[in-house]
C-alpha cells in the first residue's frame, strides 16, 4: 500500500461549493525521496524505503550517511507494495499521487496527557457531590471484591498514562490539494500535535 510521510501543520477550515463551513487538517506531504527499493529476491517482500525532512549530517553515523547516499533525513519511512511492478520508475514521493476527493488513511501518534484519572481517560462519570460521598468524587468506584475472585481482574479501567499512542484514523477525504507548497487539506482531525510526523496510505 503505497502512501507518503507528512507533517501536521495544524487545523483550519474551508468552504465547498455550497458555501459550507469544512473543517481540515493541513498536512505538509512529502517530497519524498526514494531511499532504498526492496525485493522479493533480496528482501523477501516488494517495499519502498522514503526519507522526510532533510537534515544536515552533522551528528548523523556513517551507516546513515552511507544508507541515504547523500542527504539524511529526519523520517524513514517504508511502504509495502503489492508486487515489484510497483517499483518502476519510483524516484520521490509528492503530493502528485493524490486526487481531490480521493480516500485516505491516515496514522498518526495521539497526544500525550500523562497519568490521568479515570474520568479523563475513559470518560467516567464520577461519584455523587454529596449524600454519602467522601472525598471520593473522581473516583473509579469498586473494582472487585474482596472474598470472590479476591484480586483484580486484568484490564479492569483504571487510573494511568493516557494518550501517545499510535493511531489510524480511515477514509478521510482530501478536500484540497495545494501542488506548489505540497499541502493536503483533509476532512476532519487526525491524532497527533503540530508538527507531529504522520502517515498517508492511499487506498487500493
Known amino acids: 500500500m503505497l502512501g507518503i510521510v ?15 463551513v469544512v473543517p481540515v487538517t493541513v498536512i505538509q506531504a512529502g517530497p519524498c ?42 523520517v524513514l519511512r517504508e511502504f509495502r507494495l503489492e508486487s515489484e511492478a510497483d517499483l518502476e ?31 479523563k481517560r475513559y ?3 464520577g461519584m455523587k457531590a454529596s449524600h454519602g460521598v467522601h472525598e471520593n468524587y473522581r473516583g473509579p468506584g469498586s473494582i472487585g471484591q474482596c472474598a470472590t475472585p479476591s484480586r483484580v481482574f486484568k484490564g479492569k ?15 478521510l477525504e482530501i478536500v484540497k490539494i495545494d501542488k506548489e507548497k505540497n499541502l493536503l487539506f483533509i476532512k476532519g482531525a487526525i491524532p497527533g ?9 492511499k487506498l487500493g
Open 89 to 119: 520508475g519510483l524516484e520521490e514521493l509528492s503530493v502528485d499521487m493524490f486526487q481531490v476527493s480521493e480516500v485516505v488513511d491516515v496514522v498518526g501518534t495521539s497526544k500525550g496527557h500523562g497519568f490521568t484519572g479515570v474520568m
Open 33 to 74: 525521496k526514494v531511499i532504498q527499493k526492496k525485493t522479493e529476491a533480496v528482501d523477501g517482500y516488494a517495499a519502498v524505503q522514503v526519507g522526510f525532512d532533510p537534515r544536515s549530517s552533522k551528528n548523523v553515523s556513517k551507516a546513515l550517511q552511507g544508507h541515504c547516499k547523500g542527504t539524511c533525513y529526519k
Open 157 to 171: 479501567k483504571l487510573p494511568g498514562h493516557h494518550g501517545n499512542t499510535r493511531n489510524t484514523v480511515k477514509n
Open 123 to 125: 470518560n467516567f462519570s
Open 193 to 201: 500535535h503540530r508538527n507531529s510526523t504522520v502517515l498517508l496510505k
Open 6 to 20: 507528512g507533517k501536521k501543520i495544524g487545523m483550519s477550515q474551508i468552504f465547498d461549493a455550497n458555501a459550507r
